[in-house]
């Protein structure tokens, strides 16, 4: 009994430290919020033109080469340790720049504009997270959209509000609302609800 018991043991305990070791490499085939947390940040940097669907197709393997070969990396079309590092790094600088651009003007450049109703959210919030659905850290120049009328990943523009970053989902966000957040759960109840204008950049 005790030799079955070590052999179970054994056995389990190799299965779970192969599924840790695979879990840190993202590799194509792969689909879910990892997925589509990678996906975002390639977005944002510019090396993936589609949205962030979670399926690491052809084209994310293809993004995912193009920024390895960019930062001097292992190209192999795959995430591991050092690559997913680097574009958390990335990802981070990015978020930060956004968030300290100046706030006071309508960008010169834009895709389309649009009218949304808009709600606050944060952190602090009962039943939120630290995170959003994709993964990032939920701060203020983060805002839940619906990806069928903003993609993930896509940069605005917001009046009253400042640029920000497509990277979040929720239940009640449908159709033209979004959601902004913001660093303490004060400034999200002192906005409110309002119609705002939202430029798609």
């Known amino acids: 009994m005790i030799k079955k018991a070590l052999l179970v043991c054994t056995v389990l305990c190799v299965t779970n430290m192969m599924a840790i070791s695979h879990a840190k490499t993202i590799d194509k085939g792969q689909r879910g919020h990892h997925v589509q947390k990678l996906q975002t940040m390639l977005v944002h940097q510019g090396y993936l033109q589609e949205s962030a ?3 690491f197709g052809t084209r994310t393997e293809q993004a995912v080469r193009k920024f390895q ?3 001097g990396l292992l190209v192999d079309g795959r995430v591991g340790p050092a690559t997913m590092k680097a574009l958390e790094q990335h990802e981070t600088n990015f978020i930060d720049a956004m968030t300290t651009r100046n706030h006071s003007g309508v960008p010169k450049q834009y895709v389309k504009v649009m009218t949304m109703h808009a709600s606050a959210y944060s952190a602090q919030d009962p039943g939120n997270g630290n995170y959003t659905a994709t993964g990032s850290r939920l ?3 983060i805002v839940s959209v619906d990806p ?3 993609p993930l990943g896509t940069k605005l523009y917001i009046e009253g509000y400042g640029y920000a970053v497509a990277d979040d989902v929720g239940g009640a966000i ?3 609302r979004i959601d902004l957040a913001f660093d303490k759960r004060s400034e999200a ?4 609800r309002q119609s705002i204008k939202v430029y798609v950049l």
């Not at 109840?189 to 409110?192: D, K, T, V």
């Open 53 to 55: 669907d979670g399926v």
């Open 148 to 150: 069928k009328i903003i």
């Open 139 to 141: 701060k203020k120049g």
């Open 174 to 176: 449908k159709g033209t």
């Open 189 to 192: 109840l002192e906005f409110g």
């Open 69 to 71: 070969k960019s930062k």
